[in-house]
């Protein structure tokens, strides 16, 4: 989906140095541009925008970007010294995701060549400094990438910004829809649902169950039949559930009636997530857990018992992540295993763990369980990859929203005989101790959007878009700096929230 977008790339100078300058700045920032575009590193397409030349010129790009559907955001660079001032009105107009990349055309000194002529035309040096003070004076939420435009490292740090700055767009036109309310008294997976769409951009909506059960009861059996056999077909199965008539087979039927139903009444409203609550399930026969797991996979949003905030957030994240090999799912802290230094947290849930974070061909099973409906249900069994990750959660302090970061390992998880569920086994960093002692602090949601691909750098990225509060829990924290971050954090946001 990275394709339907595009970055602007605009330069700034100034016309003090004649027109035979401009004319350089122009071609240099077309090679820069196809370079950027031709090295395979950038998931978004950059288009040259020319350069920005005065205050006019400046707005006049600025509003056609915030206009334009296609452009994600804005790639600046000052190749000549470009008097900041007259980047005011436009930086104050702009209203998409902003970059400024400092980097220079030359890469390094000519020293026996150079000239006021190469000066006069290599001035980021100095240049980007002059930009650099503008959009700090204007409290202006930008990325700041240093490097070389041809170096890797650089060209990176521009494409994690923009798969951010594409999940931030795909979000700006986020319907998530509840099927059932939050769970009764639950407090840490509510939130203010206005604040969510004014600072993060999604909207969030009530779907009764009975409009669910219109598309349910319309599903045709040779529909069903079609998508029983997918499942036959893609995932290790025990032959006994291919025998019909058995109670295993009805319900695997019956998970595949339900998801058909989901999955279109979320393509009828255009919702890119949902949620699910086990208390309102209208004549569905048990969780559609099955349904919900291979839509996650697809890219739907997904957060039980009416946890909207990490369904959105669990589309963003799979969103930034398109295309990258190990997978993302929502999560839920499950159980804890004390073992020391390889102290860990057993991450799973009643069923809904996505697929793409399985190490192996998952496995089709249908047992019992007493949540909800008490009654034999279908699901996905597998355990997760091992490696690095993030999980993620927003929470609602009720002054702000806070996103709390925390980097994880996941080691080699176990099957559950007893309890067969999806499941993932990790040690929080820098050990469970400090890591789920800090999450806890932080107030961290028990639900997590968690994904293999994503670094922190992402998360970072997200939160300087949306204006939210971050913290990162890593291999460098420790209780007493997390406790004064929070508190200063406390104060920062308070002010901010009665100066702006
Ligand atoms: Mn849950």
């Known amino acids: ?88 009105h436009g930086l104050q107009a702009l209203n998409k995701p902003l970059c400024h990349f400092h980097t220079q055309f030359n890469k390094e000194i000519p020293w026996d060549t150079m000239n006021m002529d190469f000066m006069n035309l290599n001035q980021s040096a100095h240049g980007d400094r002059e930009f650099g003070h503008i959009t700090a004076r204007l409290r202006k939420p930008r990325k700041i990438v240093v490097g070389h435009w041809q170096d890797a490292a650089a060209q990176d740090k521009i494409a994690v910004w923009m798969r951010v700055s594409a999940a ?17 008294n639950v407090a840490v997976t509510d939130g203010d649902k206005v604040e969510a769409e004014m600072r993060l951009g999604y909207h969030v909506d009530y779907c009764p169950v009975n409009d669910l059960m219109e598309y349910y009861k319309a599903v045709t059996d040779e529909d069903v039949k079609a998508m029983v056999a997918e499942y036959f077909t893609m995932y290790d ?77 669990y589309r963003t994240m799979w969103f930034m992540g398109q295309g990258l090999p190990k997978g993302c799912s929502f999560l839920e802290d499950y159980t804890l295993h004390f073992d020391g230094e390889k102290s860990a947290i057993l991450q799973a849930h009643m069923l809904e763990i996505c697929p793409l974070i399985s190490a192996e061909k998952p496995k089709l099973e249908v047992h019992r369980l007493s949540i909800g409906i008490d009654s034999e249900t279908a699901r996905l069994v597998f355990t997760s990859k091992e490696g690095e990750g993030i999980a993620a959660t927003i929470v609602d302090l009720g002054n702000r929203f806070r996103m709390i970061v925390n980097k994880v390992d996941c080691i080699k998880s176990k099957a559950l005989p007893k309890l067969p569920v999806a499941s993932a086994l990790w040690i929080p960093r820098p050990n469970l101790e400090v890591g789920a002692g800090a999450w806890i602090l932080a107030g961290g949601t028990h639900h997590t959007s968690f994904s293999y691909d994503l670094t922190v750098e992402y998360m970072e990225d997200y939160a300087e878009i949306a204006g939210i509060e971050m913290v990162v829990i890593d291999e460098n924290t420790t209780m007493p700096e997390f406790k004064k971050e929070l508190r200063m954090n406390e104060v920062y946001y308070m002010l901010n929230k009665a100066l702006n």
Not at 5 to 21: K, N, P
Not at 71 to 88: E, L, R, Y
Request: aromatic share 10%.
């Open 237 to 313: 199965h025990s032959p006994e559930l291919e025998e019909e008539g058995t109670e295993a087979y009805t319900k695997v039927w019956n998970s595949a009636k339900a998801e058909i139903a989901i999955r279109r009444i979320l393509k009828d409203t255009g919702a890119k997530g949902f949620t699910s609550n086990f208390n309102d399930l209208g004549l569905m026969d048990q969780i559609p857990g099955l349904a919900s797991q291979r839509l996650m996979a697809e890219g739907y949003g997904f957060g039980g018992e009416g946890d909207w905030k990490t369904a959105a957030l």
């Open 1 to 88: 989906m990275f394709e339907n977008y595009e970055v602007w790339f605009v330069t700034g100078a100034q016309l003090l140095y004649g027109g035979d300058a401009v004319i350089a700045v122009d071609a240099h920032s077309n090679e820069m541009v196809k370079g950027l575009n031709d090295s395979g590193r950038l998931p978004v397409k950059v288009v040259y925008k020319g350069t920005a030349n005065s205050s006019k010129e400046v707005t006049a790009v600025m509003k056609a970007a915030n206009n334009d559907e296609k452009c994600i955001g804005i790639i600046t660079w000052m190749h000549t010294f470009s008097p900041a001032k007259m980047w005011i």
């Open 168 to 184: 931030w767009a795909d979000a700006q036109d986020m319907l998530i829809i509840r099927f059932g309310d939050q769970m009764n």
